[in-house]
């Protein structure tokens, strides 16, 4: 992702949409802002209850940490850290979860798309499509800067896309950061969270669309705030 400097006012990135009522959480945290690992936990909820669901995953996640991204959560005023297009740092806050993707079909009760070398996430913050997927045999390209949502390493074979930036009819606000996804590395990214391949395969056998399942990711601080934004 191009690294840009783009001023990035408060009241951009506030409270955009209600919280669902979710029975599914996967939470991310981490020891300080500026740390590439976390902790990933999956929760259930039962009744009013919510009660851990499988082992904890060591991950990593972007290479200069975390920085508040554009979600469902309310961000502090007194917020240090922003999320920006190429600045490094993975999205702290709660979103959605859209479809999850691979290379080939994968049979699981959640949406999910094969994607080809042709379907381009755009991060070109000039570009109409930016931070969305596109087919880019059925669009006419406006953009400079893309990535490849099938190419010969497996980073991609499995993910799942966060719905950061991009959650109303507004569309995403250039530069608030794109193409946020979990999928399968080994070491830090630029702004995604990641894990093996047998990990990142069980959590999207694991996910079920109509429990509203939501990624609510931050220091062990933060979280703690999120979570009571949630029912």
Known sequence: ???????????????????????????????NWSTPNGLLQRYEKEGKSWHKAGKAINIKLGRNGLGWGRGLHTIPK??????????????AGIFKLKQAFGYAPFKVNYPYKV???????????????YNKIVDSTRVRADYQSFEHMKFPKDYYKYGIVVNHNHIDE?????GAGSCIFIHIKKVPTAGC???????????????????????????????????????
């Open 1 to 31: 992702m191009k690294k840009i400097l783009l001023g990035l006012s408060f009241a951009l990135i506030t409270l955009q949409a209600q919280i669902p009522d979710t029975k599914q959480l996967l939470v991310v945290t981490t020891k």
């Open 78 to 91: 007194d917020a240090k850290y922003i999320k920006k297009e190429g600045d490094g740092k993975a999205p």
């Open 115 to 129: 994607y080809k070398e042709t379907d381009h996430c755009v991060d070109d913050v000039n570009s109409k499509f």
């Open 170 to 174: 507004a569309g995403a606000i250039k």
């Open 193 to 231: 969270t990641v894990m093996s391949e047998s990990e990142m395969k069980e959590i999207i056998k694991w996910l079920d669309a109509d429990k509203e399942p939501l990624l609510v990711q931050g220091t062990v601080e933060q979280v703690r705030e999120l979570r009571k934004q949630i029912k």
